[in-house]
């Protein structure tokens, strides 16, 4: 075993875009469009995967599948994928920018993780040209992880498998799984860190799993965010994940623990 050298990070409901919601409401428009009503629900279940790869996932879930049916008369094809996916890329990058803010507290556990000699890497379900939007505008608002990975660069094999996380290491030059841990709040995130060898961590606050908006979160109860804490801490935890996190903020402590015990051993 080895001490922590390097963290990999998600984007859209890790360190930006509190709830994920840019992509959640495309998806919804262009099964809409074309005669297919999906709920918020099934529109997040795959989040994090390449989003080509979403919308396939979407289409075998059985009740759009047996919807699909209903409308065309026969199962989805390629042609069909490729035609959902051209409509979700245009109408994502219209409003992409708007969905760009770092998270609550994630410049300054960076800012902290730096200081102390992390590597910053980072993993997307975007492509590389919704990427070019995300980084620039989230630069400008005081976030951007020292590489960013998407499928684009590894042959399109976006999550679950390992690759993305493979390109960081090489890139940051990382020598080995048991130096890194990938924090992200979907499980396709979990699955891709686990298909890689490395510390899979969930983060709740903000992400997916959730699916709030920040004033959402805020207008909850005490009670009520308790309830909503552990129901996403089982679903990660169900999906493997080695360690979950409330908040972003509880990172660094996270790393300080991992490190002592491995000095210990």
């Not at 059985?62 to 026969?74: A, S, V």
């Not at 910053?120 to 505008?137: L, P, Q």
């Not at 009670?223 to 935890?237: G, L, R, S, T, V």
């Amino acid at each position: 075993m080895s001490k922590i050298k390097g963290i990999i990070l998600d984007w859209a409901g890790t360190t930006v875009d509190f709830g994920c919601f840019a992509p959640v409401n495309v998806f919804i428009d262009i099964f809409k469009e074309v005669g297919v009503t999906v709920t918020i629900e099934e529109a997040r279940e795959p989040m994090g995967m390449l989003k080509r790869d979403h919308i396939q996932k979407m289409l075998e879930m059985p009740r759009i599948q047996q919807l699909w049916q209903m409308q065309y008369g026969k199962a989805h094809s390629e042609q069909d994928i490729d035609h959902l996916y051209n409509q979700f890329e245009t109408l994502l990058m219209k409003n992409l920018e708007m969905f760009t803010d770092p998270l609550p507290h994630v410049t300054e556990v960076i800012d902290v993780l730096r200081e102390k000699g992390y590597i910053i890497g980072s993993t997307t379900g975007y492509t590389r040209e919704m990427m070019g939007i995300v980084s620039s505008a989230a630069k400008s608002k005081g976030y951007m992880p020292d590489h960013i990975v998407t499928a684009d660069d590894v042959g399109g094999y976006g999550r679950p498998y390992p690759y993305m996380i493979f390109e960081n290491m090489r890139q940051l030059e990382l020598q080995s799984v048991h130096e890194v841990i990938k924090v992200g709040d979907t499980v396709s995130d979990i699955k891709e860190a686990l298909n890689s060898g490395v510390t899979a961590v969930g983060v709740i606050k903000g992400s997916s799993v959730v699916g709030l908006s920040e004033i959402e979160w805020n207008n909850l109860n005490k009670e009520e965010q308790k309830n909503i804490i552990e129901d996403a801490k089982q679903k990660f935890i169900n999906s493997g994940a080695n360690h979950v996190l409330e908040d972003i903020t509880e990172l660094p402590l996270l790393l300080e623990k991992l490190n002592e015990k491995e000095q210990k051993i």
